[in-house]
């Protein structure tokens, strides 16, 4: 005789993964990662520009892409930080309902914790193997020691954090969890200010990137000046004998005034302009190829605020006028 339904013991559920706890989880990790990642690209690059290595090859170093790094890091921290608490506090009240519901469902809490603490093993481990490896090379800076002592400190942090998340009970509300958002918001709010001080405010950044343009524009002048010369051996006396052959000459990118221009000499003439502000290329310890010689005398385009003078010298012996007949004037077509 077959047992009744009713005598068989009833199976228990598996516990299965909750949907919501899934998506929460993922979100969690890749916002962490990202925020992670760029905090500590952005300590590097601060500490870049202001400690530089003097055995560092900065010729092909372009401060302008450091700031853009500096700035997509802040950006980063900005987004990054908020989303990132949100989701943690979405999923830590997920938990807390869970656990106080009984149910069979699994929040995912242990797999995330698992997943960080193993991520945070490897950055911390990491980190070390690359400490022993330059100081016995005998590269050990102010700079790099400030590095590690950064990237110990926040993965370990990490590392501490999700081990406790583990090993609590989730049905006890706790307060670290808002403790350590706002020990995280408070050094996101003290990066932004510091990467402020360090690269300029975007009022700043909005008038270095003027004052490049300037410095670009000049250089495209001074190269139109040198290909007159070498059409009529003779320098243009005003900006505006270029527009004949070189259309229109470039202008200043704010005011939209014209460039000033002087001939010196037979060979040497000088472009002027306001600037806003002073040259990145005039950060100690780097270079900036934007600030390189025309190949018309001016071998530096670095600048301080105000008005700025460059002295260009057109070479004879370097430069030979194309033109068989070049003191015959070419008329302006109206």
Not at 48 to 71: C, G, H, K, M
Not at 197 to 210: F, W
Request: charged residues 15%.
């Amino acid at each position: 005789m077959e047992p009744s339904p009713q005598s068989q013991p009833p199976m228990k559920e598996k516990s299965h993964a909750d949907a919501k706890s899934v998506l929460l989880n993922f979100g969690i990790i890749i916002a962490l990662v990202s925020v992670y990642s760029s905090f500590l690209s952005f300590v590097f690059k601060c500490l870049n520009t202001v400690l530089p290595d003097a055995l560092e090859n900065t010729y092909y170093y372009s401060i302008s892409w450091q700031d853009s790094a500096i700035r997509w890091s802040m950006a980063v921290l900005v987004v990054g930080v908020p989303v990132y608490s949100i989701l943690s506090w979405v999923a830590n009240k997920n938990v807390y309902s869970l656990a106080l519901a009984g149910s069979e469902r699994s929040s995912g809490r242990k797999a995330l914790g698992a997943i960080i603490v193993f991520l945070s093993s490897v950055t911390v481990i990491t980190n070390l193997i690359t400490l022993v490896y330059f100081f016995f090379g005998g590269e050990i800076t102010t700079r790099f020691i400030l590095k590690s002592l950064v990237t110990l400190g926040s993965a370990g942090g990490i590392l501490w954090y999700y081990i406790y998340d583990i090993r609590r009970d989730p049905s006890v509300r706790s307060n670290v969890a808002k403790i350590g958002a706002v020990i995280v918001i408070a050094v996101t709010l003290v990066a932004v200010i510091l990467g402020f001080v360090v690269i300029g405010s975007p009022v700043t950044a909005r008038y270095q990137k003027l004052d490049q343009a300037r410095v670009s524009n000049l250089q495209t002048i001074a190269n139109d000046v040198l290909n007159y010369w070498q059409s009529r051996a003779v320098l243009p006396q005003t900006l505006s004998d270029l527009e004949y052959q070189y259309s229109r000459i470039p202008v200043d990118p704010e005011t939209k005034a014209p460039y000033g221009y002087k001939v010196i000499d037979q060979s040497r003439f000088s472009l002027c302009t306001t600037f806003r502000t002073f040259s990145v290329a005039n950060r100690p310890g780097v270079y900036d190829y934007s600030y390189s010689g025309s190949g018309v005398g001016i071998k530096d385009w670095s600048h301080e605020a105000g008005e700025k003078c460059f002295e260009g010298y057109i070479d004879p012996a370097v430069y030979q006028p194309r033109n068989s007949n070049p003191t015959v004037p070419i008329p302006k077509i109206k």
